[in-house]
Protein backbone atom coordinates (compact mmCIF):
# COMPACT_ATOMS: atom_id res chain seq x y z
CA UNK A 1 0.00 0.00 0.00
CA UNK A 2 0.89 3.87 0.16
CA UNK A 3 3.68 4.91 2.09
CA UNK A 4 4.89 0.64 2.81
CA UNK A 5 8.34 -0.37 0.93
CA UNK A 6 7.86 -4.09 0.99
CA UNK A 7 9.43 -6.18 -0.65
CA UNK A 8 7.53 -8.98 -2.78
CA UNK A 9 8.96 -12.26 -4.16
CA UNK A 10 6.68 -15.00 -5.06
CA UNK A 11 7.72 -18.56 -6.17
CA UNK A 12 5.21 -21.40 -7.57
CA UNK A 13 6.35 -25.06 -6.17
CA UNK A 14 5.63 -26.78 -9.12
CA UNK A 15 3.88 -30.56 -8.52
CA UNK A 16 7.12 -32.51 -10.49
CA UNK A 17 9.51 -30.63 -8.10
CA UNK A 18 8.17 -32.38 -4.97
CA UNK A 19 10.44 -35.18 -5.26
CA UNK A 20 13.75 -32.85 -6.23
CA UNK A 21 15.58 -31.58 -4.30
CA UNK A 22 16.22 -27.83 -3.22
CA UNK A 23 13.58 -26.92 -6.16
CA UNK A 24 11.15 -24.44 -4.12
CA UNK A 25 14.48 -22.52 -2.74
CA UNK A 26 16.09 -22.63 -6.19
CA UNK A 27 12.78 -21.02 -7.92
CA UNK A 28 12.57 -18.29 -5.13
CA UNK A 29 16.28 -17.69 -5.65
CA UNK A 30 15.70 -16.98 -9.34
CA UNK A 31 13.00 -14.17 -8.56
CA UNK A 32 14.79 -13.19 -5.77
CA UNK A 33 18.37 -12.93 -8.35
CA UNK A 34 16.18 -12.10 -11.41
CA UNK A 35 17.17 -14.93 -13.38
CA UNK A 36 14.76 -15.79 -16.33
CA UNK A 37 14.49 -18.75 -17.79
CA UNK A 38 15.93 -17.41 -21.11
CA UNK A 39 19.05 -16.52 -19.59
CA UNK A 40 22.72 -17.97 -20.69
CA UNK A 41 24.05 -19.55 -18.09
CA UNK A 42 26.62 -16.31 -18.51
CA UNK A 43 24.30 -14.23 -17.86
CA UNK A 44 22.75 -16.12 -14.75
CA UNK A 45 26.71 -16.47 -13.39
CA UNK A 46 26.76 -12.60 -13.66
CA UNK A 47 23.64 -12.15 -11.52
CA UNK A 48 24.69 -14.47 -8.96
CA UNK A 49 27.97 -12.62 -8.87
CA UNK A 50 26.38 -9.95 -7.26
CA UNK A 51 25.71 -12.01 -4.24
CA UNK A 52 29.40 -11.26 -3.39
CA UNK A 53 28.25 -7.90 -2.08
CA UNK A 54 26.35 -9.81 0.70
CA UNK A 55 29.35 -11.92 1.88
CA UNK A 56 28.55 -15.07 0.77
CA UNK A 57 31.79 -17.20 -0.15
CA UNK A 58 33.39 -18.52 -2.66
CA UNK A 59 31.75 -22.18 -2.40
CA UNK A 60 28.31 -20.87 -1.72
CA UNK A 61 28.47 -18.61 -4.55
CA UNK A 62 29.31 -22.00 -6.56
CA UNK A 63 26.48 -23.55 -4.96
CA UNK A 64 24.44 -21.29 -6.88
CA UNK A 65 25.75 -21.84 -10.05
CA UNK A 66 25.07 -24.94 -9.70
CA UNK A 67 21.62 -24.85 -8.38
CA UNK A 68 20.66 -22.27 -10.36
CA UNK A 69 22.48 -24.40 -13.79
CA UNK A 70 24.93 -21.69 -14.59
CA UNK A 71 28.01 -24.36 -13.75
CA UNK A 72 28.23 -27.92 -14.15
CA UNK A 73 28.01 -29.62 -10.99
CA UNK A 74 27.24 -33.36 -9.83
CA UNK A 75 26.61 -32.73 -5.82
CA UNK A 76 23.74 -34.69 -4.53
CA UNK A 77 21.41 -32.45 -3.04
CA UNK A 78 21.97 -32.78 0.40
CA UNK A 79 25.59 -31.83 0.21
CA UNK A 80 24.80 -28.79 -2.29
CA UNK A 81 21.96 -27.88 0.35
CA UNK A 82 24.67 -27.81 3.01
CA UNK A 83 26.04 -24.74 1.37
CA UNK A 84 23.49 -23.32 0.01
CA UNK A 85 21.02 -23.11 3.03
CA UNK A 86 23.91 -20.61 4.81
CA UNK A 87 23.57 -18.79 1.39
CA UNK A 88 19.88 -18.48 0.83
CA UNK A 89 19.53 -17.15 4.49
CA UNK A 90 22.31 -14.52 4.23
CA UNK A 91 20.20 -13.19 1.16
CA UNK A 92 16.78 -13.47 2.97
CA UNK A 93 17.80 -11.67 6.05
CA UNK A 94 20.05 -8.97 3.70
CA UNK A 95 16.62 -8.46 2.28
CA UNK A 96 14.97 -7.92 5.66
CA UNK A 97 17.04 -6.02 6.81
CA UNK A 98 16.76 -3.39 3.83
CA UNK A 99 13.05 -3.50 3.77
CA UNK A 100 10.20 -5.03 5.43
CA UNK A 101 10.55 -8.27 2.73
CA UNK A 102 7.57 -11.28 1.59
CA UNK A 103 8.95 -14.57 0.30
CA UNK A 104 5.71 -16.39 -0.92
CA UNK A 105 5.51 -19.75 -1.88
CA UNK A 106 2.00 -20.93 -3.80
CA UNK A 107 0.93 -24.65 -4.33
CA UNK A 108 3.58 -24.86 -0.38
CA UNK A 109 2.12 -28.55 -0.38
CA UNK A 110 3.82 -29.83 -3.10
CA UNK A 111 7.31 -27.74 -1.82
CA UNK A 112 10.16 -30.76 -1.41
CA UNK A 113 11.91 -31.62 2.25
CA UNK A 114 14.77 -29.79 1.24
CA UNK A 115 13.22 -26.77 0.96
CA UNK A 116 11.05 -27.01 3.88
CA UNK A 117 14.29 -27.72 6.31
CA UNK A 118 15.97 -24.43 4.71
CA UNK A 119 12.89 -22.40 5.08
CA UNK A 120 12.38 -23.76 8.61
CA UNK A 121 15.72 -22.73 9.41
CA UNK A 122 15.00 -19.27 8.04
CA UNK A 123 12.15 -18.91 10.09
CA UNK A 124 14.59 -19.49 13.31
CA UNK A 125 17.05 -17.57 12.54
CA UNK A 126 15.08 -15.04 10.97
CA UNK A 127 12.40 -14.86 13.96
CA UNK A 128 13.05 -10.56 14.32
CA UNK A 129 13.75 -9.95 10.58
CA UNK A 130 11.40 -7.61 8.71
CA UNK A 131 9.99 -10.50 6.95
CA UNK A 132 7.01 -12.70 6.50
CA UNK A 133 6.52 -15.84 4.96
CA UNK A 134 3.72 -16.61 2.81
CA UNK A 135 2.57 -20.29 1.87
CA UNK A 136 -0.56 -20.90 -0.22
CA UNK A 137 -1.54 -24.36 -0.75
CA UNK A 138 -4.55 -26.37 -0.46
CA UNK A 139 -6.68 -27.79 2.68
CA UNK A 140 -4.85 -30.29 4.57
CA UNK A 141 -1.61 -29.89 4.03
CA UNK A 142 0.24 -30.71 7.30
CA UNK A 143 3.48 -28.71 7.93
CA UNK A 144 5.23 -28.30 11.66
CA UNK A 145 5.09 -24.03 11.51
CA UNK A 146 1.75 -23.83 12.49
CA UNK A 147 2.61 -24.21 15.93
CA UNK A 148 4.55 -21.46 16.27
CA UNK A 149 3.35 -18.28 18.20
CA UNK A 150 3.68 -15.73 15.30
CA UNK A 151 1.53 -18.42 12.63
CA UNK A 152 -1.32 -17.19 11.26
CA UNK A 153 -3.96 -19.23 8.65
CA UNK A 154 -6.53 -17.53 6.36
CA UNK A 155 -8.64 -20.22 5.16
CA UNK A 156 -11.12 -19.34 1.48
CA UNK A 157 -14.45 -19.93 1.15
CA UNK A 158 -15.19 -20.99 -1.89
CA UNK A 159 -16.09 -18.42 -4.84
CA UNK A 160 -19.96 -18.24 -5.74
CA UNK A 161 -21.07 -19.08 -8.73
CA UNK A 162 -21.27 -15.38 -9.78
CA UNK A 163 -17.16 -15.02 -8.76
CA UNK A 164 -16.61 -18.15 -10.75
CA UNK A 165 -17.90 -17.05 -14.08
CA UNK A 166 -15.93 -13.86 -13.84
CA UNK A 167 -12.83 -15.72 -13.13
CA UNK A 168 -13.42 -18.32 -15.92
CA UNK A 169 -14.39 -15.12 -18.42
CA UNK A 170 -11.49 -13.41 -17.36
CA UNK A 171 -9.07 -16.13 -17.59
CA UNK A 172 -10.57 -16.65 -21.06
CA UNK A 173 -10.77 -13.48 -22.18
CA UNK A 174 -14.24 -13.32 -22.97
CA UNK A 175 -16.86 -11.15 -22.42
CA UNK A 176 -19.67 -14.16 -22.58
CA UNK A 177 -18.89 -17.38 -21.39
CA UNK A 178 -21.08 -20.49 -22.67
CA UNK A 179 -23.62 -21.84 -20.09
CA UNK A 180 -22.79 -25.55 -20.29
CA UNK A 181 -18.75 -24.38 -19.70
CA UNK A 182 -20.05 -22.32 -16.72
CA UNK A 183 -21.88 -25.14 -15.23
CA UNK A 184 -19.64 -27.75 -16.16
CA UNK A 185 -16.15 -25.81 -14.17
CA UNK A 186 -18.52 -24.89 -11.24
CA UNK A 187 -19.32 -28.16 -10.64
CA UNK A 188 -16.09 -29.58 -11.08
CA UNK A 189 -14.45 -27.32 -9.36
CA UNK A 190 -16.73 -26.76 -6.24
CA UNK A 191 -15.95 -23.16 -6.29
CA UNK A 192 -12.21 -23.80 -6.38
CA UNK A 193 -10.19 -21.30 -7.42
CA UNK A 194 -7.11 -23.30 -7.91
CA UNK A 195 -9.32 -26.03 -9.27
CA UNK A 196 -10.68 -23.53 -11.78
CA UNK A 197 -7.59 -22.63 -13.06
CA UNK A 198 -6.26 -25.95 -13.21
CA UNK A 199 -9.55 -27.01 -15.58
CA UNK A 200 -8.82 -24.18 -17.70
CA UNK A 201 -5.35 -24.97 -18.25
CA UNK A 202 -6.22 -29.12 -18.95
CA UNK A 203 -9.48 -27.40 -21.44
CA UNK A 204 -6.12 -24.92 -23.23
CA UNK A 205 -3.78 -28.06 -23.16
CA UNK A 206 -6.42 -30.60 -24.70
Not at 46 to 57: F, P, S, Y
Not at 93 to 119: H, P, Y
Not at 143 to 172: F, K, Q
Request: glycine share 8%; hydrophobic share 45%; aromatic share 4%.
Amino acid sequence: SAGHDVGMYVASCQRQGRSIGLSAISDLLRVILGVDELDSPDVVRDKIMRTRELGLTAPEIGALGVLLGATPGSEASDSLGRLIRPAFLRVALKLASDRLTALCFDNADVMDDESQAILDALLREGRDARMVVVLAHRPGFVHAWRDGHRYVEISLDPLSDDDVARLVATRLAAEEVPVELLREVTAKSAGNPLYVEEYLKALGDA
